[in-house]
């Protein structure tokens, strides 16, 4: 496993049956299958549709606030003393993370499709948050599925949703976390399939979700590789991002995976440590399996039972990951590795000192993986991270970690 | 195929009533009580068994089957365990059908291979496994049907006539019809709107056509019976299970026998609209 293989193209997948290599598939119950099979033959017509195309653009220019900026961490550069450091900054794109850019993507396939309710499940609440902004928007009643635990640890987030008018319903099956308010997701799909669109947080579930939400995530990738060029000549060395169902991490991953000498690090929630149960290492500490639709990568045990786990960042608590980086992962394309809690929250600090931003947990730990590979690095060399949110939502987590009064 | 499914179809269609489908979780709340339910289902009256696979994460399951996994797993269930539950059961029964219910991953950790010898070796007569459409016969399916297992398969409303061939395609055994778009332990919908539907599915094929999701009383199970060739019972066996537990969550003296109670009120009802079909 995880040898090297050489491919002519790693961004011609998936298969039309949703495979990348053996991961990926439509492992879903018969109820759900038409709808899948309708969504992509939507997605198929939608994204070679002008129209379609235009108004993603249109909405994304001015709605989301893209492009996001690429920008030269000056300070952070210095004080690691190696290689030159980038932030695509997509905590700066309006609802505050890269979550947006998919769900006015799917939105407006909802709408193609003559939807008229919208449901997601969602762990650090950004992706509610995006969710019940984009039903705003555009008028629809949206409820979010919320891990019970998620809810407590994730409070901002809960209120932003209510006040966007998205019903919030806390899940205290299992753990109360994503895995859980994603069982719960497929539950009221399974039971309103007539008019309700399920709106995917993540690169992951049955196919054509990985894809698609990939494809609405690229745009990330697309600019940054542009900006780079721009600013630099030449394109990165490495580009870096967190991986909790990996959405972020395939947006800015996808449009680099051909360009062989840019390498490319994928950033897992080590929680307290890979010895223990407590973290969210799934391609690092899992095996193959079959949950949410589709083959990945999990943490399991020897009896094919899904294991909770654990990270400080809500986002990046789900025992499994999206098929493209199973895939990307044994091909050797791509190189996954763990960053602990304390790691994280020491990233998180010092980015916000040194900076001036402060960054979501999740891509804290994209951070601390820069801290360890950036001083290794020459100094002409080109680091991209991919910024994926900012620390509003995180702040009280935080604060009480580090036994401040708030 | 198995003999035994199709024995038992073929009798009570000489018969001419329903068959009775029941299914439990295995493992629920321990081993030993839950082999004895399932002694206990054929004797008051049940035809065929379904025996649930506990799984961490069913998606398609309502409050009290999630519930009654999570205690059959917190009780030491594991896949193995199941298998062994039917081993067991086979030594005094050889002649109810058994059909294995619940979700992919546990089988493919198990490996495909050696779970479809180790079924066929401890008196499985079927799979009905809720993750895997016709899409993904290559995982299971197949395999399944070549060593001689039955695979059956789940029709819903949403399966269409476009669709119902597909779906029918490496069906055998019986079909299972879910009653509603939903999960389980959801309410009964009309039982003249299953019927329509159920006569639908009989279009396409020569097998027997079982309806679940919903069917909780002997009244359901002689109405819905009146169409179908089967009426599964899941949630409100399941139900009964728990309301039987003490309050640390053991099996109780009426553990046992509420199942036996309930089956039997459920037997009547299919035994029932046999009359009621016949006037
Ligand atoms: C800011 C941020 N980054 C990353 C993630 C992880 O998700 P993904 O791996 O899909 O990007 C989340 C999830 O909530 C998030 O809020």
């Known amino acids: ?406 | 195929m198995t003999a035994r499914m199709d024995k038992r179809f073929a009798d009570l269609a000489a018969e001419g009533r329903p068959a009775l489908v029941t299914y439990f979780m295995g493992g629920d709340p321990d081993y030993a009580s839950s082999l004895e339910i399932m002694k206990a289902l054929p004797k008051a009256g049940a035809d065929v068994i379904e025996l649930g696979m506990p799984f961490s994460d069913p998606m398609a399951d309502g409050p009290a089957i999630q519930l009654a996994g999570q205690r059959a797993l917190a009780g030491g269930q594991t896949l193995a365990k199941t298998l062994q539950m039917a081993r067991d059961f086979r030594k005094d029964d050889d002649a109810t059908p058994i059909v294995l219910m619940g979700y992919y991953n546990p089988i493919y950790i198990y490996g495909v291979d050696r779970f479809l010898d180790d079924a066929l070796e401890a008196g499985i007569d079927g799979l009905i496994v809720v993750d895997l459409p016709p899409e993904m016969d290559d995982e299971l399916c197949i395999p399944a049907v070549a060593k001689g297992i039955n695979f059956i398969r789940l029709a819903t409303p949403t399966t269409d006539e476009k669709r119902l061939p597909a779906v029918l395609k490496n069906t055998s055994g019986f079909v299972y019809y879910v009653s509603m778009n939903g999960i389980t332990g959801s309410a009964l919908p009309d039982p003249s709107v299953i019927g329509s539907a159920v006569g639908r599915i009989k279009a396409h094929t020569g097998l027997p056509v079982c309806v679940g999701f919903g069917v909780k009383t002997a009244e359901h199970a002689r109405a819905i019976g009146a169409s179908a060739d089967g009426v599964v019972v899941g949630t409100a066996i399941v139900n009964q299970i728990a309301s039987s537990l003490t309050a640390d969550g053991k099996a109780s003296a009426a553990t046992v026998a509420g199942v036996e109670t309930l089956v039997m009120s459920l037997a009547s009802g299919v035994r029932a609209s046999r009359l009621a079909a016949a006037e």
């Open chain 1, 1 to 406: 496993m995880n040898q090297p293989i050489n491919l002519n193209s790693f961004r011609e997948g998936p298969d039309e049956d949703g495979r990348f290599g053996i991961f990926g598939g439509r492992f879903v119950a018969e109820t759900l299958m038409p709808l899948i099979l309708d969504l992509q033959a939507e997605w198929n017509k939608a994204k070679t549709d002008p129209a379609f195309q235009a108004e993603l653009k249109d909405l994304g220019a001015h709605y989301i606030g893209r492009p996001s900026p690429l920008y030269y961490a000056e300070r952070l550069t210095q004080h690691l003393g190696g290689a030159k450091i980038y932030f695509k900054r997509e905590e700066l794109n309006h609802t505050g993370s890269h979550k947006i850019n998919n769900c006015i993507g799917q939105i407006l396939l909802a709408r193609r499709m003559g939807k008229t309710r919208i449901i997601a499940e969602t762990g650090a609440g950004q992706h509610g948050v995006a969710s019940a902004t984009v039903a705003a928007r555009f008028g629809l009643p949206c409820v979010v599925y919320m891990g019970a635990t998620d809810v407590e640890r994730q409070a901002p987030n809960v209120f932003r949703m209510k006040l966007l008018g998205a019903e919030v319903k806390p899940v205290t099956a299992g753990s109360g976390t994503l895995k859980d308010a994603m069982n719960e997701a497929l539950r009221d799909w399974v039971t309103n399939v007539d008019d309700t669109y399920y709106l995917i947080g993540t690169a992951a579930g049955p196919h054509p979700y990985p894809e698609l939400v990939r494809d609405f995530q690229a745009v990330i990738g697309q600019e940054a590789r542009e900006q780079i060029l721009a600013a630099e000549g030449r394109l990165p060395d490495m580009v870096i991002a967190a991986v909790g169902g990996g959405s972020n991490a395939i947006g800015i991953f996808h449009p680099f995976l051909d360009d062989k000498d840019v390498q490319i690090v994928g950033v897992e929630a080590g929680g307290k440590g890979l010895d223990g149960e407590e973290h969210c290492a799934s391609l690092t500490a899992g095996s193959p399996g079959v949950l949410h639709g589709n083959r990945t990568y999990l943490l399991q045990d020897a009896d094919g039972q899904i294991k909770e786990g654990h990270s400080i960042s809500a986002g990046l608590d789900y025992p499994g990951i999206g098929p493209e980086h199973a895939w990307l992962h044994d091909t050797g394309r791509a190189e996954y590795v763990p960053i602990m809690d304390d790691e994280a929250l020491e990233a998180f600090q010092l980015l916000t000192k040194l900076e001036g931003i402060i960054p979501a947990l999740e891509p804290s730990h994209a951070v601390a993986e820069v801290i360890k590979r950036a001083p290794k690095m020459r100094k002409d060399q080109i680091i991209v991270m991919n910024l994926s949110g900012r620390g509003d939502k995180d702040i009280f987590t935080v604060g009480k970690i580090l036994g401040m009064e708030l």
